[in-house]
C-alpha cells in the first residue's frame, strides 16, 4: 500500500504545510491510516520521496524537478522535517511507500525524474514479471537505461515516455500529457490481456512537466472500483485550529490552490470530492481543472445501470480502498472540456 499527494498553486507552499503540519498529512497517514486500512501492511514505512519545482526559474539550475528520496519512514526523517520548513514550491509531488514489489531501495523511491517530467503511482501492474521483458521491448535503449530501480512503477513511467513525441522538449501541452498516459494505460491492458492475466491492474498513474498536472484514477476492471483518490480546491489551505487542523477555503470563484491526495488531508468532509473510477484528472497551467473518462472496455458510462454497483474488494483487500462506502463524500461531476474524449 502506497499513496500519494500533489499540490499546484498560483503561489509557493511551505512544505511543511502539505508534509509535517496537518495533523492528517500524508506523513501521518503512512503510519495512522483513516480511509484506507490495510491488513496486510497497516504502515507505510518503505520509504518516501518528495519532489518540487523551484518558483523562480534559475538558468543555471534549469527547469528540471528537484527530488528529495529517502528507505526510512517519513514521520522519523528528521532531513525531511528541515527540509519541508525552508523549501517552498507552487507544484509538490509527495509520495510514501509500503512495499509490495521491488526491494528496498532509493532507486524504487517515488517519484522520479526525466528532464521536467516528475512521475509516480499508486497501485499495481497486475503480475508484473509475465509482462516485463515485453514492456522492456516497448522503450527505447536510453528510457531502458534510465530505469535504474525494480518496480513496475518505474517501467511504467519509462512506457510513458516512450509515448511523448519527444520526452527530451523543453514544454508540453496538456493534450500531449493526456494522450500519451491514455496510450500508456491501453498499452499495459494490451500486454496484460496477450498474457492471460485476469487479475485487474490498478493503474493510479500522475505525471507533470512543472505547469501542467495529469492524474488518473484507473482500474482493468468493469466490476471492481479502483484505489482511491481524492481533489480539492480552493483560494486558501491554512491552520484552522491548534494541533494541526487544516481546510481548505474558498473565499471567491478562482482556484488558487488545487490537490489530488489517495487519502484527504483534512477531516474537513466538504473539502473533498472523489475522483470517479477510471477518469483522469487535468490540471492545465491556468489552474483549470478538467475530467475526462477513460473510455476503454472497461469504462462504465454513468447511464449504464452497473456504474453503481462496483464492488470495494479487490482494492480494500489491497489497502487501497475502504471496504466501507460511507466514506464518500460526493463525487466529481464530469467537467466539460474543450479536448475530445479520447477512445482507447
Known amino acids: ?33 483513516r480511509l484506507r486500512l490495510d491488513n496486510r501492511r497497516p504502515i507505510n514505512g518503505d520509504g ?90 516497448s522503450v527505447s535503449d536510453e528510457l531502458f537505461n534510465m530505469v535504474t530501480g525494480n518496480t513496475d512503477s518505474q517501467w511504467a513511467f519509462a512506457l510513458f515516455l516512450s509515448k511523448l513525441p519527444d520526452p527530451h522538449a523543453t514544454s508540453f501541452t496538456p493534450e500531449t500529457l493526456r494522450c500519451a498516459m491514455f496510450e500508456t494505460i491501453s498499452h499495459i491492458n494490451v500486454l496484460t490481456e496477450e498474457a492471460g492475466i485476469t487479475e485487474p491492474s490498478l493503474l493510479n498513474f500522475c505525471v507533470t512537466d512543472g505547469e501542467s498536472v495529469i492524474a488518473t484514477r484507473y482500474i482493468s476492471s468493469r466490476r471492481e472500483e479502483a484505489a482511491s483518490l481524492w481533489f480539492s480546491s480552493g483560494t486558501t489551505f491554512s491552520e484552522y485550529a491548534e494541533g494541526g487542523h487544516y481546510r481548505m477555503s474558498k473565499t471567491d470563484k478562482r482556484e488558487n490552490i488545487i490537490m489530488v491526495a489517495s487519502e484527504p488531508l483534512t477531516f474537513e468532509k466538504a473539502d473533498w470530492m472523489e475522483i470517479r473510477t477510471n477518469h483522469m484528472v487535468v490540471i492545465t497551467p491556468k489552474m483549470n481543472i478538467l475530467q475526462f473518462p477513460i473510455v476503454d472496455k472497461y469504462y462504465v458510462p454513468p447511464s449504464d445501470p452497473a456504474a453503481g454497483s462496483r ?32 477512445v482507447i
Open 1 to 33: 500500500m502506497c499513496r500519494f499527494v500533489i499540490y499546484k498553486g498560483t503561489s509557493p507552499v511551505q512544505l511543511s504545510h502539505l508534509l509535517t503540519r496537518p495533523c492528517h498529512s500524508i506523513i501521518n497517514q503512512a503510519f495512522d491510516s
Open 311 to 342: 464492488g470495494t474488494e479487490f482494492a480494500a483487500a489491497k489497502g487501497l480502498l475502504s471496504p466501507r462506502r460511507e466514506h464518500i463524500h460526493r463525487s466529481l461531476e464530469a467537467t466539460e472540456s474543450s479536448f475530445p474524449v479520447l
Open 48 to 137: 518516501f520521496g518528495v519532489g518540487w519545482y523551484d518558483s523562480t526559474y534559475d538558468e543555471e539550475l534549469g527547469s528540471q524537478p528537484c527530488i528529495f528520496t529517502s528507505v526510512t519512514p517519513a514521520w522519523n526523517n528528521v532531513n525531511l522535517v528541515r527540509l519541508a520548513e525552508k523549501i517552498k514550491s507552487p507544484l509538490v509531488f509527495a509520495h510514501v511507500r509500503a512495499t509490495t514489489a521491488g526491494s528496498l531501495s532509493l532507486d524504487n523511491c517515488h517519484p522520479w525524474s526525466f528532464g521536467k517530467l516528475m512521475f509516480m503511482h499508486n497501485g499495481g501492474i497486475a503480475e508484473f514479471p509475465r509482462i516485463k521483458r515485453k514492456l522492456q521491448t
